[in-house]
């Protein structure tokens, strides 16, 4: 399983249109075949700051993610509606003991 975090933090003038496109690409992504978990969180003491946590069953899943039009339209897009530029950390996990 791979694990990842991309940490956004979204213009306040840009909040709604964020989350928008935030709700459409994490329905959209939910419903892939590798998908385990795709889920929006913000932070509680800091609003305007978002963790979207993914979940992939492995690497040729999340590839075939990146090629997906509510992808490339959420990337493409977003940028433009943050303070600073996005962050993402990935995590691969071992499922066995």
């Known amino acids: 399983m791979i694990i990842i975090y991309a940490f956004i933090h979204v213009n306040p003038k840009h909040r709604k249109e964020f989350l928008e496109q935030a709700v459409q690409v994490t329905i959209q992504s939910q419903a892939e075949e590798g998908n385990i978990s795709y889920r929006l969180y913000e932070?509680?003491?800091?609003?305007n700051k978002f963790v979207i946590l993914?979940?992939?069953?492995?690497?040729t899943a999340i590839e075939h993610h990146e090629e997906t039009s509510h992808f490339k339209k959420f990337i493409n897009d977003v940028p433009d509606l943050l303070l600073e530029?996005?962050?993402?950390?990935?995590?691969?996990?071992?499922?066995?003991?």
């Open 85 to 97: 530029p996005l962050h993402v950390a990935k995590y691969v996990v071992s499922t066995k003991h």
């Open 54 to 59: 993914e979940e992939w069953k492995d690497q």
């Open 43 to 47: 932070e509680t003491d800091q609003p």
